[in-house]
């Protein structure tokens, strides 16, 4: 009963949150907890118990529990300095740029800021109908009429007619969320933009033009965007010359990589898990994945599913040798081990 709750509530998280409920309903699930059962009660499990037992750990293995690393906890603070500053701020607003290679974490660190924010927001005015945060992702080929229906599109406005171009849309969001009070405006994916170089000035202007008719803080991201038209440019350049400049990257071989595999292995439900076992395969772990954040998450994840489904419980270097992981890593892997 108790476990076909969690398998329910972990479904309920499966939204895109590039909606208001979805986005909502991301604030409001707490970081997933699975409680192990202890080895009798386990032991003692039906065959059906024991399907929906190992089907809820699956699940749990399958989410994402976020360990804040150094870069969450900077573009946090920075974030959440910068929207107590803004909030006061009358001219120009300042904003944060978060650039970096694919799956590096950079939407999983402005998700963890926009959550941050919400929560707080809601702690100091319980009940009130404000949009604390909106996040909206750039569309592919994006112009800038579609990257304007997609803040439509995240609050719910009704479609909007063929006549009305970029601007006109830009208004109703902007006085929808003036009205809600909305403090931090994240836009993710901004490498989707199409920035040949004349339409990389409109969406500088676009963008500028959000910044100035809406009294929040901009939050930018996506794969090496600070070189992109975007921040290029007359217009451009004035937008990034208001923003402070946050990169992510591989995790170098180091403290801090050995922390972040030590926060994946508290996650493990299994059985048969050593603790510090994974923490021991540290080095391996980097030589697989290049030192990918990413990849190291799916690595381990993985692993453990199949460590749930072949009965094994436990996730060893045996067992992770037989994962695949994605293309950019087996192929860093092989550079690393082909140079030695
Ligand atoms: N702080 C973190 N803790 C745990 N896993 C993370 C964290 N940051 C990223 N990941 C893992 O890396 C994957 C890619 O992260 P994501 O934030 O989507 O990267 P990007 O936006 O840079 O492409 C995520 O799906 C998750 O598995
Ligand atoms: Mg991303």
Redesign the pocket.
Known sequence: MAILTQVRQLEDRRQPTTTLEGWRRFIDTDPAEFELLPDDDWAALSDHERVDYNEARIAHHAE????T?SA?QEITNEGRLLTLMNQRENGARRGLIVS?G????????IKQLGRFHELRTRRRLPGSDRIPVVYVTAPPKGSPRKLAMEFARFLGLPPVSSRANATDIADAVCQILIDARCDIVVVDELHNINMATTAGEDHSDHMKYFTEHLPATFIYAGIEVERSGLFTGVRGKQLAGRCALIS?GPFPYHDEWRQLVAG?ETTLRLHRHDPGSLVALAKYLHQRTGGM??SL??LIRASAIRAILSGTEAVTENLMDKVRIDHAAESSARRASSGR
């Open positions: 994402l529990v976020v360990v690393t969450i970096g694919a799956a590096t974490g950079k939407t999983t660190a992510t994946m954040i990413g998450s799916h």
